[in-house]
């Protein structure tokens, strides 16, 4: 039974369609770039770009009010800054 139920999970997880595999680097990729490709992610990865921007000794909170508001100060940074790589942005926005 265990062996029926390991391989029933391995069939669902190969048949749930392709893993999408990238590496994406903030240093390079500009905020045009990155809003006009990464649509699906932009969530996940201004969460990582927040955590990126902070100090090392700060305290592992998120505050979802606060977030939400960076993110829209990126979203306003990078319309008028298309041309920045989004760690500028980030350090930007984030690093207030």
């Avoid at 009010?65 to 306003?76: C, D, Q, S, T, V």
Wanted: aromatic share 10%; with cysteine.
């Amino acid at each position: 039974m265990k062996t029926f139920a390991a391989l029933l999970v391995g069939c669902s997880l190969l048949c749930s369609g392709p893993v999408r595999s990238e590496v994406i680097d903030f240093s390079k990729i500009t905020c045009k770039q990155f809003f006009d490709t990464h649509k699906d992610d932009v969530n996940l990865i201004l969460a990582w770009l927040d955590g990126y921007s902070r100090e090392q000794n700060d305290p592992p909170v998120l505050d979802t009010n606060e977030f939400a508001a960076a993110a829209r100060k990126l979203a306003e940074y990078c319309a008028a800054h298309p041309a920045a790589s989004m760690t500028t942005a980030a350090d930007e926005i984030f690093a207030d």
